[in-house]
Nanobody, 122 residues
Framework: QVQLVESGGGLVQAGGSLRLSCAAS????????MGWFRQAPGKEREPVIA????????YYIDSVKGRFTISRDGAKNTVLLQMDSLKPEDTAVYYC???????????????WGQGTQVTVSS
């Protein structure tokens, strides 16, 4: 069974950095769009950022532009999310996702990671 395993969440002060990692169990993901969603308490899950098979990147939240960077390592079947200049409003559970589509939408995701908590204190 295909799996996405996340790591790297935690507690950080505002202005700090965290790096999330998502390891895919199969090389099949090299052709998928990979990305990250987040879900804050009481809110719906929303797409944050995605990277396609050709390396092109899409941002879904304007406030993370210039602060979040996504990359993928095909040899390791890994997707990384570097989060810098974190703000309290970035606090959420972050989910890695894989889809055969070129866009990230909740209904379109075929595989989800288990989620990792990111907490940014003020």
């Amino acid at each position: 069974q295909v799996q996405l395993v996340e790591s790297g969440g935690g507690l950080v002060q505002a202005g700090g950095s965290l790096r999330l990692s998502c390891a895919a169990s199969r090389r099949t993901f090299s052709t998928y769009t990979m990305g990250w969603f987040r879900q804050a308490p009481g809110k719906e899950r929303e797409p944050v950022i995605a990277i396609r098979w050709d390396g092109s990147v899409s941002y879904y939240i304007d406030s993370v532009k210039g602060r979040f960077t996504i990359s993928r390592d095909g040899a390791k079947n890994t997707v990384l999310l570097q989060m810098d200049s974190l703000k309290p409003e970035d606090t959420a559970v972050y989910y890695c996702a894989a889809t055969g589509s070129t866009r990230l939408t909740v209904p379109g995701v075929e595989h989800w990671g288990q989620g990792t908590q990111v907490t940014v204190s003020s």
